[in-house]
């Protein structure tokens, strides 16, 4: 029997759309039969081939349909990067290859104990927890406040904003924020990064779950201070991309515990 969970599984192209300066959704179709078990969390390797070149990386689940047998991605174009850019240019029908079900479902990680559930994401990070907020709210699995902040550079790197929006008017305990670290005078949302101004909007933090994705400095910081203001270790669940061996100061995080409301 073939272990179909270790082999690389051919899959085609449905759509590779730009969804924000430097983002891009790209929808897979499974070519084969094996079973298709993903989540918003999972993780799984990419693979690609052109002639005789071959990379691959390892890239979480935005969304999936077992029953279409459809899986969506949400993934930045690294200039200059090895895969990505190369990855940005196929077409509708492009072959590709994927292998494995790693890492847990986001869904498995929150902690059924806590009042609030808060995403927070770099960039492209907010692929797995969009998909993944929308899959307990659409089931009804979910009834807590549910909040989600991304961090990005520009206004322009915002996305997906009309998916965002779209879960937000449909549920009312869902919403979502962006935080711009280069925004323009005109912005009227939130400026810095995450770690600067986010933490003095949580209102109960050590009764709130927190998911973090994306740039592991962002990752550690806000664990080394969510830990300084007690808030406990099983209410706090991450996933890196990148920057994994990134540190947290001592005057990092305690300037960010600092933010939190008393
Ligand atoms: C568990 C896991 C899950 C991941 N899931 C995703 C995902 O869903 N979407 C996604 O875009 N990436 C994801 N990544 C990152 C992805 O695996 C690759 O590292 C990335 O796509 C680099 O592609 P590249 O070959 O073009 O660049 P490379 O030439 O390999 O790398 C260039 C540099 O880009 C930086 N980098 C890597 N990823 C990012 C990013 N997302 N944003 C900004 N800078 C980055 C790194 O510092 C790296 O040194 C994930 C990584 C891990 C370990």
Known sequence: ???????????????????????????????????????????????????????????????????????????????????TPRLAMLEAGAPLEFSGVHHNPIRHEVNAGAQAVVGIATGTGVGPLYGYFRYVLERGLESRPCSLFIGFRQEADLGPRSELDALAARFANFRWTPTLTQPTPSWPGLRGRVTESVPGLIEKPRETHFHLVGNGLMIVEMEAALARIGVPGDFVSDEYYFNWNAEATQEAAAAIAGRFVA
Request: proline share 6%; with cysteine.
């Open 1 to 83: 029997m073939t272990d179909w969970q270790t082999i690389y599984r051919p899959c085609r192209v449905i759509e590779n759309r730009e969804i924000a300066r430097g983002s891009r959704w790209i929808k897979l179709h499974a070519e084969d039969q094996h079973p298709l078990p993903y989540e918003p969390g999972h993780v799984l390797s990419l693979r690609m081939t052109q002639g005789g070149w071959q990379m691959r990386h390892a890239y979480t689940i935005t969304w999936a349909n077992a029953d279409e047998r459809t899986f969506n991605i949400i993934y930045r174009v690294i200039p200059h990067g090895r895969m």
